[in-house]
C-alpha cells in the first residue's frame, strides 16, 4: 500500500505484560501505545450511522469504523485504537492481503467498535 499523504494519525493502545495481583490472580501490565501514520478510516456500516439500544433506560449506541492501516502494522485483537478522542476496540482479527500476480500489498484492514452509553 502506498502511503496516505492527507492520511490520519491512530494509536495503538495494547495492553503490558502480565504480572501478579496480591492474591496470585494475572493482570495487564501498563498499556504499550504505538502511534501509526498515514491511516484511512471509514464507517463500518452502509449508513454510517451505528446502533441504538435502550437498557436501564439509557441510550447505548454502538458505532463501528473500519481501519486501513498500512501494511505490516501489528494489530491484535486484544488491542484498542486511539481515533481521534475516542478509543475503540479491535472487533476480531484483522486481515491483509498481497497479490500473487504482482506481489503488491494492500492495507492491513481492522473493523473497531466504540460502546457509549
Known sequence: MRDLPH?????IVRPGPPSEDIYGNDVSGPPTEIP????AIAPRDGSGSGSNEITDARDTVITGLTLYAPYGT???ATDRVRVGGDLYEVDGQSGSYRSPFTGSTGPIVAALKLVTG
Open 7 to 11: 492520511g490520519d494519525t491512530v494509536v
Open 36 to 39: 501509526v501514520s498515514g491511516c
Open 74 to 76: 501489528d494489530i491484535r
